[in-house]
Structures are given as C-alpha cells and as structure tokens.
C-alpha cells in the first residue's frame, strides 16, 4: 500500500480554515471581482479536523470554528489540540459547548502549559466554575508535555518558535507509523523535528505571505523547509490574500515536489 492511500484509508483530514489571523479577505481590503467571485479565496481562520476509526478531534478552535464544523457536518469530537494561545486559534472555544452537551461530559482539551494558562484565563468562566449550568462549554484541560494517545491515534507535540512564544505543532500516528505533522504558526522547524518527520506522508506547514515575516515562514521558507521535510505532500497553510488559489496552483504544486 502506497503511503497516499494509507494515510487515506486510516486519517481523515480536513482543512477546516487555511487564512491568516485576519482571514481573507480582510475588513477593509481592496480585491478585484475576480479574486472574491473564487470561493477558495475566502479563508477563515486555521484549523484542521481529524478522524480515525475510533475517534476524531480537531486542532484549534478558531473564532469561526462554529460555522467551519457547520459546513462540514461535525456533529461532534473526542477532544481539542490547541497549538497556541493567540486569538486566531482559540476564541471559538466557547462553542465547543455542543459537544459537552451532546457526549454528556466534559471535553478534554490538549495545549502546552503556557498555551493553558493563557486559555483558563480567556475562558476563566469555563474552567474555574464548580458548578456549571447544563449546555455550557465544561473543560477538561489536559497539559501536553509529550507524546501522548487519543483513541488509537499517537500524538507527538513538537514545540515550534512563533516570536516570543512557543507553537506546538502535532505529528499523528497510527501503529506507530507518522501519517500527518501539521505545523503552523511557526518561524521555522527546528532540525530534531525534521529528522523526526522525514518522508512523512503529509505535512502542513505555515507559510503565510511571499514576503519575510518575523515569526511566520514566508512562502520561500516553506518551500525550503517542504524539500528537507521530503513528505509525500505538502500543504501551505496560514496564507494572506497575497495568495490568489487559482493563480498560485502552481505554487502549491512545486510545494509538493
Ligand atoms: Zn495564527
């Protein structure tokens, strides 16, 4: 079995959102008709949902998370990863209310300690209330300090440099096996992650604009980061508008290489 059809048949994944932390287009941009009549270039914020044979999970919750698990019709997860604390990644927490209610328990979430501390203070209501109405969001916050399971899926935090803070990126596995590194908000991947994914199926990487950033990849430092990574696909995520979908297909091409 080739890795493509592996990965296929064992992980669902679905991009939930692939924009930058103003989303595309943004408030007060100027856009020709032709970029906003093409639906793929209207991206909320970044998320990706999971699935396995026994559990599925998604990975940040944006602040459009309830209208990305609307439109993919997720009607509910085992768990939340959250990769770092900065709004774009964590303000549609709250909405994660519907899951609490329908599995009739509390919903664990995944971050990095001082991701956490960031979140129990956003969301202090959730997480420092003893006594909780029926239908509210009902945390079970869970710190990640290293490879832990979900179901039948590994995952392998690989903290990454995002300006002054740290980004956890994931590596999921099944039977051992790396299947997908999802790493965004990230300046660079650091050599020991690398070796860690090397021909890994699928990798996403940050790679938000053409031009350098100080604490994202540019499309030019992921495209050096794809070639050392060697995965068999790469996907860009955490794009501006500077991206037109249809014009830059190229560019997500010559990514995969
Ligand atoms: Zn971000």
């Known amino acids: 079995m080739s890795d493509k059809e592996s990965i296929k048949q064992q992980l669902k994944v679905v991009f939930l959102g692939t924009g930058t932390s103003q989303g595309v287009p943004i408030i007060g941009g100027t856009y020709s008709a032709d970029y906003l009549a093409n639906p793929k270039n209207h991206r909320t914020r970044p998320s990706i949902y999971i699935e396995t044979s026994e559990v599925s999970i998604i990975v940040d919750t944006t602040p459009e998370m309830r209208i990305q698990v609307l439109r993919e019709g997720i009607a509910n997860v085992d768990a939340v990863l959250i990769t770092h604390a900065h709004a774009d990644h964590i303000m549609g927490m709250d909405d994660c209310r519907r ?60 903290p990454l440099p995002h300006g002054r803070m740290t980004s956890n990126g994931y590596i999921f596995s ?6 997908l590194a999802y790493l965004t908000d990230c300046k660079e991947v650091p050599e020991n992650i690398i070796h860690q994914i090397q021909d890994v199926p699928v990798a996403v990487l940050d790679a938000l604009r053409f031009k350098p950033h100080p604490t994202h990849m540019c499309y030019d430092e992921a495209l050096t980061t794809a070639r050392r990574i060697r995965a068999g696909q790469t996907w860009l995520t955490h794009l501006t508008h500077d991206y037109d979908h249809d014009l830059h297909q190229a560019v997500a091409y010559y990514a995969q290489q």
Do not use: W
């Open 174 to 179: 099944l039977d051992q096996k790396p299947l």
């Open 99 to 158: 899951f609490c209610h329908q599995s009739e328990k509390p919903l664990p979430i995944y971050a990095g300690a001082e991701s956490m501390k960031s979140i129990q203070r956003v969301f202090e209501y959730a997480f420092n209330t003893v006594h909780i109405p029926k239908g509210y969001f009902v945390p079970d916050p869970r710190i990640v300090d290293g490879p832990f399971h979900v179901g039948d899926l590994k995952i392998t935090p690989a």
